[in-house]
Each structure stands twice: as C-alpha cells, then as structure tokens.
C-alpha cells in the first residue's frame, strides 16, 4: 500500500497501478520511476517538459504556503513581507544559474550589450 500523497505536484502525475514504483505524467503520458519516493524527479520532469504548467505548480505551492503560514500564526503575512524572508539555499542556487555567464541567455544577453556600447 503506497503512503498518502500530501505534494499538489501529485496534481500533474498518477501512481502505476501495477508498479507502484513507478509515476505517470498525466499530461505527456511518460512513466518515470519513483524508486526513492520523492517528488523531485516528478517537479524537475515538469520543469523541464512542461514549464507553463510548472509556473503555475510553483504559484500555486507558494500561496498555499502562504495560507498555512497565516493559519498557523494567526496573523496575515503579506506579499512584502513574504518577500523579505530569508531565501532557501535552492533558490539561491537557482538564481546563481540564471546569472551564468555560460548561460545561453546571458551569452545573448552580454553579445548585444556589447554590440550597444559599440555604436
């Protein structure tokens, strides 16, 4: 018997009925295993393949934990103050990547800056 599903990624995927080890994308239909029961290879599966979908995962996780938050504090935290917590290590992370001067982007990016300052 699989333990309860809590992540709202589970929205976006199904457990194999004949192997429990294994997860299906309800919306691409790719089989992917879950052999260490997580659900990071689920989020990095839609990130990666589905990134519209995954905007809106992440918009919703972020005010569903927003609501808990006010829940268990009693008081209402708003966006600012949502803003101004301390980032997780992840989100750094992901925003040193952004940043990567081997990023595609940001070698786009930097070519017509270039190209600005010259003429």
Known sequence: ?????????????????NDPEMSECKICNK????????????????????????CLFQSANKEKELKEKNDETGAIVTPLQQAKKQRSLEEVLQK???????NPNSKKINKLIGEMIAH
């Open 96 to 102: 040193e990547k952004k940043c990567d001067t081997n």
């Open 1 to 17: 018997m699989s333990p309860p599903i809590k992540s709202s990624i589970w929205t976006y995927f199904t457990i194999d009925k």
């Open 31 to 54: 089989s992917d295993s879950r052999k260490r029961r997580t659900t990071t290879s689920l989020k990095n599966h839609q990130k990666s393949m589905h990134p519209e979908e995954f």
